[in-house]
């Protein structure tokens, strides 16, 4: 305990706990403001802001940020970060908090989960596009070769989690191009433009029905999503597959 100032205020991992702490102190300050209902339209922007500088200090605090805060390592790992945080925070927000409040009989809240239905597509779709491509990039950068990949425990580890990211992605496709269709049809609402192979959900379940399948389908790409998390956490005390087979190499050199 007595080397915690030192850590804290003299070093580059403190100093990033410090922004962190900082950020997020404004975003519970904003969640405590909004459960006043005293929400300007300012509070949500530096939200987001802090969000960003919290993604941004755990990039930095792991191997993505051995080069700097402003590499494109850590600049790429921090939006990987961000599309993370807004895919799964969407996700996690309908499961928890959208569908107990929404999913009724009455019109209303039809009406109401459509639209929240396809903003959560929406939304989802966006981050998706942060995930894949930095994400792709960092792969690139700890890998390098095919037997770092299949190779080392970091590939391994990767590779699940590519799994498992593949299967939110494929619930994601059927959630919006199948069920918020559906949803939005039975709401009386216009539907959004689908592939033209994909069948109407309207035309093959009715009623309550379309909302417990989207319920069921989000529910699972959350728990998919917690797994995802437990993998990411498990890569980053991973020595990264490129140091990994360095050190295999030098240790064959001495042999």
């Not at 942060?130 to 190779?151: E, K």
């Not at 990264?240 to 064959?252: F, L, N």
Request: hydrophobic content about 50%; proline content about 4%.
């Amino acid at each position: 305990f007595a080397e915690i100032g030192t850590v804290l205020f003299k070093t580059h991992y403190g100093h990033l706990w410090l922004w962190r702490s900082a950020a997020f102190l404004i975003v519970l300050i904003t969640w405590v403001l909004h459960r006043q209902k005293n929400l300007s339209r300012a509070m949500p922007i530096a939200a987001l802001i802090a969000l960003t500088v919290i993604a941004i200090t755990i990039s930095a605090s792991g191997h993505a940020g051995d080069d700097g805060i402003l590499s494109a390592a850590n600049i790429a790992n921090s939006l990987h970060i961000i599309g993370a945080l807004l895919w799964g925070g969407g996700i996690l927000a309908t499961t928890m908090c959208i569908f107990p409040a929404l999913v009724r009989d009455a019109p209303p809240s039809r009406r109401l989960l459509s639209t929240a239905g396809a903003r959560l597509s929406t939304l989802a779709g966006l981050a998706l596009v942060l995930v894949i491509f930095p994400g792709f990039y960092n792969a690139w950068l700890q890998i390098d070769s095919s037997h770092g990949l299949w190779g080392t425990t970091y590939g391994q580890v990767l590779i699940l989690k590519l799994i498992l990211v593949t299967g939110m992605v494929a619930l994601g496709a059927a959630n919006r191009f199948f069920f918020v269709p559906g949803i939005q049809s039975y709401s009386l609402r216009r539907n959004p433009r689908i592939p033209r192979f994909l069948p109407k959900v309207s035309a093959i379940l009715s009623g309550n029905r379309i909302y417990h399948r989207l319920r069921d389908s989000i529910r699972i790409e959350a728990l998919l999503l917690m797994a995802v998390l437990i993998l990411a956490a498990a890569l980053s005390q991973q020595t990264p597959a490129i140091h990994a087979e360095h050190e295999d190499s030098q240790g064959h050199a001495h042999n």
